[in-house]
């Protein structure tokens, strides 16, 4: 017998319960935001850190406020050293390059461009 399981996707402070079959628990979230961007949620990260003070279309913000010109392309939460991030992908300048967002503090954690070759630029 399929057994279902319920499971709540918090995006932007708001849960959505999704009804999917036992392989969700290594599924990924994929939602495009209001803003335009792809939103990526392991669901099992999002059950681990609950609520997170920065949530994806803030963490996009405080791209944007840091590199002006930028266009969030995709968040995706992950973890670094046990708590909540946001591996950011944006294009700024006709390249993409991706950015560590802190999920608790907002604080940026590195950058960098996303092609080896500009992988010491990190302004």
């Known amino acids: ?18 009804a999917a079959g036992t ?7 994929s939602r495009t935001s209001s803003n335009g961007f792809e939103i990526e949620i392991d669901p ?3 059950a681990k850190f609950g609520p997170r003070p920065v949530n994806a279309v803030r963490a996009a913000a405080i791209i944007t406020q840091r590199f002006p010109g930028a ?4 968040a995706e939460l992950d973890e ?6 946001w591996e950011m992908e944006f294009a700024l ?4 390059r991706e950015a560590d967002v802190d999920a608790v503090t907002g604080a940026i954690l590195g ?3 996303s092609s080896d070759e500009d992988e010491d630029d990190d302004d």
């Open 44 to 46: 099992e990260l999002d």
């Open 80 to 85: 670094r050293n046990g708590g909540p991030i």
């Open 23 to 29: 392989a969700l628990a290594t599924a990924k979230d």
């Open 111 to 113: 950058s960098g461009s």
């Open 93 to 96: 300048n006709g390249r993409e």
């Open 71 to 74: 266009r969030v392309l995709e």
């Open 1 to 18: 017998m399929r057994r279902t399981v319920l499971v709540a996707v918090t995006i932007a402070g708001v849960a959505l319960p999704l």
